[in-house]
């Protein structure tokens, strides 16, 4: 409260003594003390009321006033219960600048303290209800259909929080850009993966060393690898209950806009989950159809990716939600199922724009939000592929094709994420990765299993042997002088490769069936 309404209460019976002209002063504590140098107890706006037992002599009012007015607190108030203000602590207030009041003793400082309390707590309330109103205002317009990033823009701005909400990936869905840059949400994004529990309060590298706290945006479909995260500025460890609370009821206007978009995100998918089987019998008009009643409106010329999760994890939307967000940034995409238990996601190419550019601009989105996404993967792999831009409807089915291959491809590939682009496809890698699963295994192991239980027992290296020979194209001294052994060493070794194998590493064809037996085991 101003120290002039303190002052105003009549039934305080208050005055000044020195500063009336400081009436506009905030008071937000009192504090009472008898110290003759309590500043290492005061935190800064504090009324200090004192029953002046400090005093010895004149000099020892300077001093109090000194030590008070370091501290930052607002005011003085002088207790007259065993005698009046003295002329020096008077006079050590005016060369101050502090302002000094007189407490009557028929006033209590209890009173006086319970006022100021009374009137912070009155206020603190106020405004919390300023707060929920507009709060509750931008619910009522995000569950309305209004634009959540707009509604979050101007709710946090009039309750006075300087906040963001980043998708996983480190994609801005509301705030300030310039405020958060992308290097700093994308660390955000990673690191919040590896956080055990949020809030979190951290300092952000690269953004002045701001220190920010970071919540969670969770709806109960939820997980760590779909989910939003409301920053703020600031330690959440020094906010007052007002900030808590505000910054809380931000938090779930955000939840309400991530909800409705995992909705839009599942009626899309049930509404293009027949896609995969309508191109496989060439149902294109039926596609188009599809494609038209999207919110998006489809459109001509398309990328495909597909993706999957392995293992399949068990919450069936996750997939489909961490594509989603993938491509978030890509104007007009869509995602589904595809029929063959992976995701399908569809991205218009822009009109006008040169499909290849628009191909490589999808390759080079995934692989942006993958790498975010890797700390999140510990029980998960995530394998994509993209295609070609298909010019048209017609196409998409090869597209399509494309892009299962592709992924396919990367998931031989291993690690925890990986992108294939259907255009980085060589041709055997192409073929490999249309070839089933058990059939890969099979041939894997009749072409090379001799060779590797040969190395198990007898701690030989004839499948390196092997390897290195197909590098060096069956060069016996570059081959050699690469291993570092006599070439009748490598003669020896090739020829126990040829015996255990059957083939003949003269022959071309046969050199080609162990290099891609040996492209099955990478």
């Known amino acids: 409260m101003r120290l ?96 000094l009041v007189e407490v009557p003793p028929e006033t209590s400082f209890g009173a006086v303290t319970e006022e100021v309390l009374g009137s912070h707590t009155r206020r603190r309330f106020a405004g919390l209800a300023r707060h929920r109103d507009r709060l ?50 994308e660390w955000l994004a990673a690191r919040a993966l590896a956080w055990p529990l949020l809030p979190h309060t951290t300092r952000v590298p690269g953004a002045g060393e701001a220190v920010v706290t970071v919540r969670e945006v969770a709806t109960s479909r939820s997980h760590p690898l779909s989910r939003w995260l409301l920053v703020c500025a600031g330690d959440e460890a020094v906010w007052s209950e007002e900030e808590r609370e505000t ?46 009643g999207t919110p998006q409106g489809g459109g001509e010329d398309h990328v495909v990716v597909s993706a999957v999760m392995l293992p399949a994890p068990r919450a069936g939307e996750l997939p489909r939600h ?17 029929g063959d238990g992976d995701t399908l996601a569809l991205v218009p190419v822009p009109a006008g724009g040169d499909p290849r550019e628009a191909a490589e601009r999808v ?18 792999r995530l394998a994509l592929g993209s295609s070609s831009a298909a010019r048209g409807v017609p196409e998409l089915r090869g597209a399509a094709v494309e892009a299962r291959h592709a992924r396919r491809l990367a998931e031989l590939r291993g690690g925890r994420w990986r992108v294939i682009a259907g255009a980085e496809i060589d041709s055997h890698e192409l073929l490999l990765a249309s070839v089933p699963e058990e059939v890969q295994s099979s041939y894997r192991e009749r072409l090379l299993g001799p060779l590797v239980a040969y190395d198990r027992d007898h701690r030989s290296e004839l499948v390196e042997t092997l390897e290195r020979f197909l590098e060096h194209s069956g060069s016996w001294q570059r081959c050699a002088a690469a291993m570092h052994v006599h070439v009748n060493t490598l003669r020896y070794r090739i020829g126990r490769v040829e015996e255990l194998t059957g083939r003949d590493l003269s022959n071309l064809e046969h050199r080609v069936d162990l290099f891609l037996a040996l492209k099955l085991r990478d």
């Open 363 to 380: 390759r080079t989105v995934l692989v942006a939000g993958a790498r975010v996404l890797e700390g999140g993967l510990l029980d998960h």
């Open 4 to 99: 002039g309404d303190l002052i105003a209460v009549e039934r305080l019976h208050l005055r000044f003594l020195a500063g009336a002209e400081e009436a506009d002063r905030e008071v937000g504590w009192a504090y009472t003390t008898d110290l003759l140098e309590p500043a290492r107890y005061l935190r800064g706006g504090e009324l200090v009321l004192t029953g002046m037992m400090w005093r010895e002599g004149p000099g020892d009012s300077d001093r109090f006033v000194a030590s008070v007015e370091s501290a930052g607190a607002v005011a003085i108030g002088a207790g007259t219960a065993l005698g009046s203000v003295p002329e020096d602590l008077v006079q050590a207030c005016l060369r101050r600048g502090m302002p």
């Open 247 to 292: 910054v809380a009821e931000l938090g779930s206007v955000a939840v309400l806009a991530r909800g409705r978009v995992e909705d839009r995100w599942s009626t899309e998918a049930r509404h293009l989950e027949g896609v995969a089987r309508l191109l496989a019998a060439q149902r294109f008009d039926e596609v188009a159809a599809l494609l038209r």
């Open 322 to 338: 961490v594509v989603a967000e993938l491509v978030a940034d890509l104007p007009g995409a869509v995602v589904t199922g595809d």
């Open 136 to 185: 509750r205002q931008a619910v009522a317009e995000v569950a309305a259909g209004a634009d959540f990033a707009e509604v979050f823009a101007r709710a946090s701005a009039q309750v006075g929080v300087r906040a963001w909400v980043v998708s996983p990936t480190g994609r801005l869905v509301a705030g300030d850009g310039a405020g958060l840059g992308a290097a700093e949400r």
